[in-house]
């Protein structure tokens, strides 16, 4: 009788720690699969994803800059949400040299180069100079956008 009662136990021990592993993709891998999606312009699919990943870690930098960046690149621009992702993911990490040089180039797409400029100064000075990758990348953009806008 004991033993029936500690084999049935175990089995139910077993069966409550199933229930509590998680089933689901954790962020890092919804962000991975954001990434493929994005690489393939499948913006609703990286919309999902990442989407997905900001519920499960709100305050993930990476995470709010990337769905910015997604509302901002997808066929029909969303750039009150492109701002609002970026605004976040600056607030979470106001060094975040991606979201600094992606909210410049949104900032460009609204007609703001004022704007955008603010950020190739931040840029500068996270960076330390004018080499790094992103602030060459958001100075090219605004030098592209006034010679299109003289």
């Known amino acids: 009788m004991i033993k029936t009662l500690i084999a049935c ?3 139910l021990a077993g069966a409550a720690f199933a229930a509590d592993t998680p089933s689901g993709p954790t962020a890092s891998e919804r962000m991975a699969t954001a990434r493929k999606a994005i690489d393939a312009k499948d913006w609703n ?16 930098a990476d995470v709010h800059n990337l769905l910015g960046y997604t509302y901002r690149k997808k066929a029909t621009p969303d750039l009150p949400k492109a701002f609002e992702e970026y605004n976040t993911a ?8 991606g979201a600094h040089e992606y909210i ?5 797409m609204d007609k703001k180069p004022a704007e955008a400029e603010k950020h190739l100064a931040a840029l500068e000075q996270i ?7 992103e602030y060459e990348d958001l100075a090219k953009a605004i030098a592209d956008y006034k010679d299109k806008n003289k």
């Open 45 to 60: 699919k990286a919309l999902f994803e990442l989407s997905q990943a900001a519920r499960e870690e709100p305050r993930n």
């Open 104 to 108: 410049g180039e949104a900032y460009l």
């Open 90 to 97: 600056l607030k979470l990490n106001p060094k975040h040299k």
């Open 127 to 133: 960076c330390g100079n004018k080499t790094c990758e």
């Open 9 to 11: 136990l175990a089995l």
